[in-house]
């Protein structure tokens, strides 16, 4: 081998080194290859998994129009085969008369001389340089050592390729995972604070559309035999959720019985009635949402926009971690939701049974009273007792009245939609004085009773700190036994304070507290976008601190607007 020839391979050799592309290494080869030796044409093979054939056959010096007529590449059969079978350089005057050979289809290239080196990568057969045509006379020993020396080159390059690609892999793979932590650990900082069904699907659709990507993610849950869309989040076409099939009507319900995610890309064909030809999407990516063994849903996403609009394999795995933690937030809610409701079903009964028991206890009680001392009048003949009788019904009608306004300003004080909140409490904390003797300490400071602001508090805002007070004072007189309560109601930046506080015998947090007035409340507060905050223990009382955002309305139609709410 001349000095300049030597010389080019070990530019070639640093400049291969520094290439991490394996295409552009191979390509690279091929070029160098045809160079240093003058022939026509240059091929490289690449082994496949098991070294018994050809997965891959890149070529030099064929234009793209005869590769195209040629058709099918080589598998590694023929002459070709040899080399696979025993990886040494082979050099032929003429590869057609090779006893080997299979021949060339009909639109190839004559070919000549033949030259085959393989490329070793650590010491195993990677591929082959295949070179052909050498114009003149046939490949010389000169020829075979630049291609062996070229070959080593190349083997060198391909493991650093390969190396870099396989880190690069790994990177990959390591941050998508670490994505995907980051994206659980969103969720279950987003969804820690929130009770709301809704409110916690309209968080995952959004969470999961961002994760893979895709140009519109939505969320069916099952509803008896039915799925239901019941969140989406992107490109959202109307009438979607809320949309509704059975199960067997759609892939949706397929991936649900079958509990296994599945990637579609014939949506027009598969989806079915569920979605429907109006997504105008081409792929999907489908993953149940199983809790606990039940399958309580399906989260879908259509067409990626970066790199898509097909899903890959590392979108499927990532959704199917992120749908673990979204079954176990939609469960969640759904539970919440279904004891919220039953708690507030029961708190509403109670509350009828307390103003029924009232009301036949005071009101029906009087009036039946009345009824029978008005009866005896009629049938007594004396005057007096008529006029004794007289009295004794104007005494019982003014007690029924009374009552009756106890009872009318419980359920809505007249104050409350005229004058405001403060005036509200006030009259509240003096019928629970005159009807229970418990002193009952009442500070109110608020902006607008003090004069410090020319607006109300909307009335959904006024009536919730209302009844919040309301429940807390007949929980402690019914169930505290306490000998004083204090209530301060102020306004701070934003927000609200509530602040409720008894001597009595209080509870056990560790055990909780299983009465209506508290599950009430808290629904009130949930629905407010407030906080409730309960302190206490076993004989030494309890304190309700609840914060709720203020939001107002102009002082010239707060009393209309709260009049107008309350009818």
């Known amino acids: 081998m001349d000095a300049q020839t030597l010389s080019r391979l070990m530019d070639v050799g640093r400049g291969l080194l520094s290439e991490l592309d394996l295409d552009a290494v191979l390509a690279r080869m091929l070029e160098v290859a045809r160079e240093l030796t003058s022939a026509a044409y240059a091929a490289v093979g690449i082994l496949d998994e098991r070294h018994e054939g050809l997965e891959r056959f890149l070529t030099s010096g064929i234009d ?58 650590r010491g195993v057969a990677w591929g082959h340089l295949y070179l ?53 650990a969103e969720i279950s900082s ?40 019941v969140a989406a989040a992107g490109v959202v076409p ?6 509704r099939a059975t199960v067997d009507e759609s892939a949706l319900g397929a991936v649900l019985r079958s509990r296994r995610p599945e990637r579609l890309t014939d949506l027009n064909r598969r989806v079915g009635r569920l979605i429907a030809a109006d997504l105008n999407a081409q792929t999907g990516l489908m993953v149940p949402l199983v809790h606990r063994g ?15 609009p097909e899903f890959s394999a590392d979108d499927e795995r990532l959704l199917q971690a992120f749908a673990a933690t979204a079954a176990t937030a939609v469960a969640t809610g759904q539970s919440v939701a279904s004891h919220s409701l039953d708690g507030s079903i029961r708190a509403s009964e109670a509350e009828r049974s307390r103003w029924a028991r009232e009301l ?25 007792r008529r006029d004794e009788a007289l009295d004794q019904a104007i005494e019982l009608v003014t007690g029924g009245i009374a009552n009756l306004r106890a009872l009318i300003a419980d359920l809505r004080p007249a104050a409350l939609d005229e004058i405001g909140t403060g005036a509200a409490l006030t ?38 700190v209302y009844r919040i007070v309301q429940e807390a004072l007949t929980n402690a007189v019914k169930h505290a036994a306490a000998d004083h309560v204090r209530i301060a109601v102020s306004e701070e930046e934003h927000a609200v304070v509530v602040l409720v506080a008894d001597d009595g015998r209080g509870f056990d947090e560790q055990q909780g507290v299983t009465g209506y007035g508290l599950v009430g ?47």
């Open 64 to 121: 793209a129009r005869t590769r195209a007529a040629i058709g099918d590449l080589p598998r590694g059969h023929g002459v070709l085969g040899l080399l696979i079978k025993d990886p040494r350089p082979l050099r032929l005057s003429d590869v057609g008369a090779h006893p080997q050979s299979y021949g060339l289809p009909l639109s190839h290239p004559p070919m000549g001389n033949f030259l085959g080196v393989p490329i070793l990568v």
């Open 132 to 184: 052909t045509s050498k114009p003149g006379s046939d490949f010389t020993d000169v020829d075979e050592e630049a291609m062996v020396v070229l070959a080593d080159w190349a083997a060198i390059a391909v493991a650093n390729a390969r190396l870099y690609h396989e880190a690069t892999a790994r990177r990959d793979q390591l941050e998508r995972t670490v994505r995907a932590l980051d994206t659980t």
């Open 190 to 229: 987003a969804i820690g604070g929130e009770i709301e069904l809704d409110r916690i699907l309209e968080l995952l659709a959004k969470r999961g559309r961002a994760l893979v990507d895709a140009r519109t993610v939505m969320i069916a849950l099952l509803a008896g035999e039915e799925l239901e869309v």
């Open 238 to 243: 109307d009438g979607l959720v809320g949309r």
């Open 294 to 308: 039940r399958a309580v849903g399906v989260l879908a996403a259509f067409d990626r926009l970066e790199g898509g």
């Open 360 to 384: 036949h206890d005071e009101t029906l009680q009087e009036l039946g009273g009345l009824r029978v001392l008005l009866s005896g009048a009629r049938r007594s003949q004396d005057p007096g």
């Open 427 to 464: 009259g509240l904390v003096e019928r629970v004085r005159a009807t229970s003797g418990l002193p009952v300490e009442l500070v109110v400071d608020l902006d607008f009773e003090s004069g410090r602001a020319a607006t109300r508090h909307v009335p959904e805002l006024e009536e919730s």
């Open 521 to 567: 409340m808290r629904e009130r507060i949930a629905l407010a976008r407030g906080t409730l905050t309960v302190s206490s223990g076993a004989g030494e009382g309890t304190t309700l601190e609840v914060r709720l955002p203020v939001r107002r309305v102009s002082a010239a139609t707060g009393g209309a607007a709260a009049a107008s709410a309350s009818r």
